[in-house]
């Protein structure tokens, strides 16, 4: 296909997806799920494991192989314009008062299915059919417990968002153990990818770049970015002019974390939790915010749903595998942080909040699923059953969180002081 035909075929697309999407999401809602829920669903209906099962030849004319690299790019900014917006809404002063709590449930979030996940691999690597022909024990067995310890963050964060918890101790808590998680969880991708390349140094730039990412940003970063928000209130265009520049400073951003092997995600969120408060963030945060959840960060669903398939769970062997996956998936990451929390002194229903929280894996499982696949560390089988556990638990996180965290006054939300 040209340059051209591919334009062409995006809005084609993009027009698609923005329907299915919303009326996914439309039914979700009704059944107390989400928005992002329905729009997660959404991607794998449009994929190979219902349109493409039922017309494949309809479905692969609707998303050629080459038009996935615009979907991929379009995915990317949308992702990396949300997490923004979910860093300008990050409370540092929550997680200040509560530094201990949301270490130790960090850590027990990524310990525990950690080890549960390497169990399973070396339990699995024994059985065939599950990881690559020339994967050894030692690239398989941290990749399944990087699997098993990774958090959906940016779902996490929107579900956070959206339920209007951004505010709050538990959403604060949550967010913060999330973002630690995950950038744990793929410190050892970059391990597990160094030992097939044998080159030591993407584990090295991966987790000394993002330490040292960090430490400026919040350092040196901190004089520019004050800068620029003081400039922003002089009027109106020196407002759009400063604007510009943080959209710079977002992509280079972006870009970093990418190039040390970290993801996109992590780049943009830091970027806009570094940002100091005040008129020009909130005027920030109300422009970017609703043309991105209503227009591009659907595009980041739809990618992923395009790699996934269930056809290929088709025996109950499989079927048990999966569901000890599931078991080990939920008491390892919910069951560990609500006793870390509870632990470091949280109550009841904050300890349960962050838990329910905590166990969605959602996109960000998909994504270090589809690097396995990629790679060859894990077959389709397995991906497929790996995929089915962070549906299941992404699906489980709302209803969980309606049932266990409720304020003392009976609403569902209450505002940290």
Known sequence: MTTFELSVRFFLQLAAVLVVCRLVS??????????????????????????????????????????RPILFSGAQLGLALYMFTVGLDFRMDLIRTRLKSAI???????????????????YLLGRGGFFGADVTAIQA??????????????????????????????????????????????????????????????????????????????TVGQPLLRAISRYAERGEAAERVAMGWVMVLLMLAAWYTDTIRLY???????????????????????????????????????????????????????????????????VGKAGACYAAARACGETHREAMGVGSLMNARGLMELIILNIGLERGII??????????????????????????????????FKAAA
């Open 26 to 67: 439309m039914a979700a809602v009704r059944l107390g799920q989400p928005p992002v829920v329905g729009e997660m669903i959404a991607g794998v209906l449009l994929g190979p494991s219902l349109f493409g099962y039922f017309c494949p030849h309809v479905q692969q004319a609707f998303f050629p192989a080459a038009s």
């Open 104 to 122: 130790a449930i960090s850590a027990s979030g990524i310990l525990v299915p950690f080890v549960l996940g390497c169990g399973l691999a070396w």
């Open 141 to 218: 067995v941290p990749f399944m417990g990087a699997a098993m310890a990774i958090t959906a963050f940016p779902m996490l964060a929107r579900i956070i968002f959206e339920r209007g918890l951004t505010g709050t101790t538990v959403g604060a808590l949550a967010l913060a153990a999330g973002a630690i998680d995950d950038a744990a969880a793929w410190g050892v991708l970059a391990l597990v990818l160094a030992s097939f390349g044998r080159d030591p140094w993407i584990a090295v730039v991966a987790v000394g770049g993002s330490a040292l990412f960090v430490s400026v940003l919040f």
């Open 264 to 330: 996109a995600v992590f780049g943009a969120f830091f970027l806009g939790a570094a940002m100091p408060r005040g008129p020009f963030v909130t005027k920030l945060h109300g422009l970017i915010e609703p043309l991105t959840t209503a227009l591009l960060l659907p595009l980041f669903f739809i990618y992923s749903g395009l790699n996934t398939r269930f056809d290929l769970v088709n025996d109950p062997r499989l079927w048990l595998v999966a569901l000890a996956v599931l078991a080990a998936a939920v």
């Open 379 to 412: 077959t389709p089988t397995l991906f497929s059953i790996l995929v089915f556990m962070a549906i299941v638990t992404t699906l489980m996180a709302t209803p969980m969180f309606n049932r266990f965290y409720r304020a003392n006054d009976g609403t569902r």
